[in-house]
């Protein structure tokens, strides 16, 4: 199938333009490497003169770019869809961080839903924003509700951890097998690193709090707390005993950086 803008730009086809991005609203930059990547592709030179997680202001010129008239033309649909999507999810975790203020740690595993193509994009947005992607560091096993169910059991899945002495295990908290505190009671017998209360009601992070202390194990585990928390949702919960927040959706989905590329000059021809 041929190309229309060959035939558009065939008059001007070997002429060469510059074109700058600016953005449209205040944000933070991410994308950066996978913007050169595909400049590379397209075949124009790009100059970004920002860093990954930097500020972009309102209407900031923050990258230049040369090509020939199709290279511009495919450059405004590759790299604003690069630049503008991983732009917006730095920017929503950079909000949520802010809001958090050191009382917790924002992460976003939401990443994990994404299309196998841009997963590695979204992580690099998240951490841009100063957010994490995972809820504690590497090596860690997580637990989830699935993998209970399969194993029969909390003490089951925990016991098949064993197989990896050097990794912290992260036990998913829904209620499924018993109560909130029985469950985390088991998690706390296996010498579970981190507690993920992944069921969006405050009072089984408190129920899961108070066995934790209860059981003398106050400071030694980290509690999450997750599902369908919204950014507006962390002045409220900055007061109640979590360590990890995790903010999905909202970071991972959030809207696209708005910016634009506008050509400005042809170039002289040597």
Not at 206 to 229: M, N, P, Q, S, W
Request: overall charge neutral.
């Amino acid at each position: 199938m041929n190309d229309i803008r060959d035939t558009l730009f065939f008059k001007i086809k070997e002429k060469k333009f510059s074109a700058v991005l600016t953005a449209e609203r205040c944000g933070i930059l991410s994308g950066v490497n996978v913007a050169y990547t595909v400049a590379d592709e397209i075949g124009v030179s790009l100059k970004i003169c920002k860093k990954e997680g930097d500020l972009l202001n309102h209407n900031e010129v923050f990258a230049h770019l040369t090509g020939t008239p199709k290279q511009i033309a495919i450059a405004e649909e590759c790299l604003i869809g690069t630049l503008a999507k991983a732009s917006g999810i730095a920017t929503a975790a950079s909000t949520a961080v802010q809001l958090a203020n050191h009382h917790f740690t924002i992460c976003s595993g939401s990443w994990k839903k994404m299309p196998m193509e841009i997963k590695h994009l979204v992580r690099s947005a998240v951490v841009a924003g100063g957010a994490t992607f995972r809820i504690c560091n590497q090596p860690m096993v997580y637990i989830d509700k699935n993998f209970i169910r399969m194993f029969g059991s909390i003490p089951a899945a925990i016991q098949a951890c064993q197989t990896f002495p050097d990794s912290k295990i992260v036990m998913q908290i829904k209620g499924l097998t018993g109560t909130i505190e029985e469950e985390t009671k088991m998690a706390l017998r296996g010498n579970c690193h981190t507690l993920m209360i992944d069921t969006g009601k405050l009072e089984d992070v408190r129920c899961c709090y108070d066995t934790v202390l209860k059981c003398g194990k106050a400071g030694k585990v980290v509690i999450g707390y997750a599902k369908g928390i919204r950014i507006r949702d962390i002045p409220e919960l900055i007061n109640e005993p979590i360590d990890v927040l995790c903010i999905g959706k909202e970071i991972v989905d959030a809207p696209l950086l708005d910016m634009k590329l506008d050509v400005v000059q042809e170039e002289a021809t040597l």
